[in-house]
Protein backbone atom coordinates (compact mmCIF):
# COMPACT_ATOMS: atom_id res chain seq x y z
CA UNK A 1 0.00 0.00 0.00
CA UNK A 2 3.07 2.06 1.08
CA UNK A 3 4.36 1.87 -2.93
CA UNK A 4 0.87 2.99 -4.50
CA UNK A 5 0.78 6.16 -2.15
CA UNK A 6 4.52 6.61 -2.78
CA UNK A 7 3.71 6.57 -6.39
CA UNK A 8 0.86 9.18 -6.21
CA UNK A 9 3.14 11.61 -4.62
CA UNK A 10 5.75 11.07 -7.12
CA UNK A 11 3.37 11.53 -9.99
CA UNK A 12 2.28 14.96 -7.78
CA UNK A 13 5.83 16.15 -7.27
CA UNK A 14 6.53 15.66 -11.22
CA UNK A 15 3.59 17.75 -12.59
CA UNK A 16 4.74 20.77 -9.92
CA UNK A 17 8.36 20.58 -11.33
CA UNK A 18 7.23 20.69 -14.67
CA UNK A 19 5.44 23.70 -13.74
CA UNK A 20 8.74 25.41 -12.55
CA UNK A 21 7.33 25.00 -8.67
CA UNK A 22 10.50 23.87 -6.35
CA UNK A 23 9.41 20.95 -4.61
CA UNK A 24 11.21 18.32 -2.69
CA UNK A 25 9.78 14.79 -2.25
CA UNK A 26 9.64 13.26 1.44
CA UNK A 27 8.22 9.95 2.54
CA UNK A 28 7.33 9.72 6.35
CA UNK A 29 8.46 6.10 5.60
CA UNK A 30 11.86 7.69 5.94
CA UNK A 31 10.62 8.74 9.55
CA UNK A 32 10.03 6.19 11.33
CA UNK A 33 10.60 5.85 15.32
CA UNK A 34 12.95 3.26 16.05
CA UNK A 35 12.46 -0.32 15.89
CA UNK A 36 12.50 -0.52 19.43
CA UNK A 37 9.94 1.71 20.16
CA UNK A 38 7.37 1.12 17.19
CA UNK A 39 7.61 -2.44 18.42
CA UNK A 40 8.04 -2.39 22.22
CA UNK A 41 3.74 -3.68 22.91
CA UNK A 42 4.56 -6.69 20.29
CA UNK A 43 4.81 -6.47 16.42
CA UNK A 44 0.59 -6.94 15.84
CA UNK A 45 -0.28 -3.97 18.19
CA UNK A 46 -2.64 -1.44 16.37
CA UNK A 47 -2.24 1.70 18.99
CA UNK A 48 1.20 1.07 18.68
CA UNK A 49 0.94 1.42 15.10
CA UNK A 50 -1.45 4.64 14.96
CA UNK A 51 0.63 6.24 18.85
CA UNK A 52 4.47 5.07 17.99
CA UNK A 53 5.34 4.37 14.61
CA UNK A 54 6.49 7.93 13.03
CA UNK A 55 8.25 10.25 14.40
CA UNK A 56 6.09 13.66 13.86
CA UNK A 57 8.10 15.98 15.80
CA UNK A 58 11.11 15.38 13.76
CA UNK A 59 8.86 15.18 10.61
CA UNK A 60 8.04 18.77 11.33
CA UNK A 61 11.50 20.41 12.81
CA UNK A 62 13.01 18.75 10.02
CA UNK A 63 10.74 19.37 7.27
CA UNK A 64 7.53 20.92 7.40
CA UNK A 65 8.75 23.71 9.94
CA UNK A 66 12.36 23.65 8.17
CA UNK A 67 10.51 24.88 4.71
CA UNK A 68 7.78 27.61 6.27
CA UNK A 69 8.82 31.31 4.86
CA UNK A 70 10.37 32.21 8.44
CA UNK A 71 12.12 28.45 8.47
CA UNK A 72 15.77 27.56 7.93
CA UNK A 73 15.52 26.82 4.09
CA UNK A 74 17.40 23.17 4.56
CA UNK A 75 15.79 20.35 5.05
CA UNK A 76 16.37 16.33 5.74
CA UNK A 77 14.65 14.48 3.27
CA UNK A 78 15.07 11.36 5.71
CA UNK A 79 16.31 10.49 9.25
CA UNK A 80 15.99 6.73 9.29
CA UNK A 81 16.28 4.08 7.25
CA UNK A 82 13.66 1.80 7.27
CA UNK A 83 15.18 -1.17 6.63
CA UNK A 84 18.16 -1.40 8.54
CA UNK A 85 16.67 1.04 10.93
CA UNK A 86 19.29 2.76 11.40
CA UNK A 87 19.97 6.78 11.59
CA UNK A 88 20.45 8.28 8.30
CA UNK A 89 23.78 10.44 8.30
CA UNK A 90 22.79 13.20 5.33
CA UNK A 91 23.75 16.75 5.34
CA UNK A 92 20.75 19.25 5.15
CA UNK A 93 19.34 19.76 1.82
CA UNK A 94 19.05 23.47 0.78
CA UNK A 95 15.20 24.35 -0.90
CA UNK A 96 14.91 27.66 -2.01
CA UNK A 97 11.96 30.01 -0.24
CA UNK A 98 8.19 28.52 -1.82
CA UNK A 99 9.73 25.46 -1.76
CA UNK A 100 6.87 22.80 -1.47
CA UNK A 101 6.98 19.33 0.54
CA UNK A 102 5.25 16.62 -1.35
CA UNK A 103 4.94 13.84 1.62
CA UNK A 104 3.67 11.13 2.09
CA UNK A 105 2.69 8.55 4.51
CA UNK A 106 -0.24 7.61 7.04
CA UNK A 107 -2.57 9.66 9.75
CA UNK A 108 -1.16 12.70 8.17
CA UNK A 109 -5.04 14.50 9.33
CA UNK A 110 -4.01 14.07 13.00
CA UNK A 111 -4.22 16.94 15.35
CA UNK A 112 0.03 16.81 16.08
CA UNK A 113 0.56 17.20 12.60
CA UNK A 114 -2.07 18.19 10.42
CA UNK A 115 -1.03 22.34 11.25
CA UNK A 116 2.08 21.29 9.53
CA UNK A 117 0.64 20.78 5.92
CA UNK A 118 -0.95 23.72 3.67
CA UNK A 119 -2.38 20.91 1.84
CA UNK A 120 -3.40 17.37 2.87
CA UNK A 121 -4.73 14.46 0.30
CA UNK A 122 -6.43 11.77 2.50
CA UNK A 123 -6.78 8.75 0.35
CA UNK A 124 -10.12 7.04 1.49
CA UNK A 125 -10.26 3.15 1.29
CA UNK A 126 -12.33 0.80 1.74
CA UNK A 127 -11.78 -1.75 4.84
CA UNK A 128 -12.02 -4.60 2.00
CA UNK A 129 -9.75 -2.91 -0.25
CA UNK A 130 -6.95 -2.77 2.76
CA UNK A 131 -7.49 -6.00 3.62
CA UNK A 132 -6.46 -6.94 -0.09
CA UNK A 133 -3.48 -4.68 -0.27
CA UNK A 134 -1.91 -5.59 3.04
CA UNK A 135 1.02 -7.86 3.57
CA UNK A 136 -0.93 -10.54 6.10
CA UNK A 137 1.79 -9.58 8.94
CA UNK A 138 0.90 -6.09 8.63
CA UNK A 139 -2.85 -6.90 8.24
CA UNK A 140 -3.94 -6.45 11.98
CA UNK A 141 -1.66 -3.91 13.12
CA UNK A 142 -2.08 -1.99 10.25
CA UNK A 143 -5.89 -2.61 10.06
CA UNK A 144 -6.38 -1.92 13.62
CA UNK A 145 -4.69 1.66 13.57
CA UNK A 146 -6.46 2.67 10.47
CA UNK A 147 -9.72 2.30 11.95
CA UNK A 148 -8.84 4.10 14.88
CA UNK A 149 -8.00 6.88 12.71
CA UNK A 150 -10.87 6.84 10.96
CA UNK A 151 -12.79 7.38 14.07
CA UNK A 152 -10.62 9.61 15.96
CA UNK A 153 -9.58 11.82 13.32
CA UNK A 154 -12.36 11.74 10.92
CA UNK A 155 -9.98 12.41 8.01
CA UNK A 156 -12.37 12.75 5.40
CA UNK A 157 -13.44 16.04 7.55
CA UNK A 158 -9.96 17.68 8.19
CA UNK A 159 -8.27 17.21 4.28
CA UNK A 160 -8.61 19.55 2.14
CA UNK A 161 -9.42 17.20 -0.79
CA UNK A 162 -10.60 13.21 -0.65
CA UNK A 163 -9.44 10.60 -2.94
CA UNK A 164 -11.49 7.43 -3.37
CA UNK A 165 -8.03 4.80 -3.78
CA UNK A 166 -9.69 1.55 -3.36
CA UNK A 167 -7.80 1.25 -7.17
CA UNK A 168 -5.03 3.13 -7.40
CA UNK A 169 -4.44 2.72 -10.69
CA UNK A 170 -7.82 4.41 -11.16
CA UNK A 171 -7.83 7.47 -7.83
CA UNK A 172 -10.98 9.54 -7.93
CA UNK A 173 -11.66 12.70 -6.39
CA UNK A 174 -14.63 13.01 -3.75
CA UNK A 175 -17.11 15.62 -4.02
CA UNK A 176 -19.21 16.22 -1.09
Not at 14 to 27: G, I, T
Not at 86 to 113: L, N
Not at 120 to 135: F, I, K, Q, T
Request: glycine fraction near 6%; avoid cysteine.
Amino acid sequence: MEQDTAGLADEIAAVLAEQAVPVVRVSARDFLQGRSVRLEYGHDDPDSAYDLWYDFPALRREVLDALLPDGRHTYLPRLRDPDTDRSVRITPQPAPPGTVAVVDGRFFTRGDVRDGFDLVVHLDVSSGALGRRLPPEEAERTTGAWLRYLAEDEPTRHADLVVRFDHPDRPALRTA
